[in-house]
Nanobody, 123 residues
């Protein structure tokens, strides 16, 4: 069983930055691939970024060059650094884990989810 707790969301002006954190329980964190997804009001939950056990990473086209996913296995934590934020980045951001080492971009490939953290970007 894995429990995920996100933090770091908030209200920021367009062009600003935020760093989201996701703390994971469990002794085998470094064997899991981790992901970030987001869901805006009235929209489907969408892939944002993912990172494998070996730091292989993928980012959605909409955030490439602005967001960066990283992980610290010693702290059982995954991060999402978000720069040059835009109003369209406003959403609830969810951390997710899958019990495989390789990354995936489909939400159905992730078995554990956090409660989410709200990110609001004002124009």
């Amino acid at each position: 069983q894995v429990q995920l707790v996100e933090s770091g969301g908030g209200l920021v002006q367009a062009g600003g930055s935020l760093r989201l954190s996701c703390a994971a329980s469990g002794r085998t964190f470094d064997n899991y691939a981790m992901g970030w997804f987001r869901q805006a009001p009235g929209k489907e939950r969408e892939f944002v970024a993912a990172i494998a056990w070996n730091d292989n990473r993928d980012h959605a086209d909409s955030v490439k060059g602005r967001f960066t996913i990283s992980r610290d296995n010693a702290k059982n934590t995954v991060y999402l650094q978000m720069n040059v934020l835009k109003p369209e980045d406003t959403a609830i951001y969810y951390c997710a884990a899958r019990t495989f080492r390789t990354i995936a971009t489909m939400r159905s490939n992730y078995f554990y989810w956090g409660q989410g953290t709200q990110v609001t970007v004002s124009s």
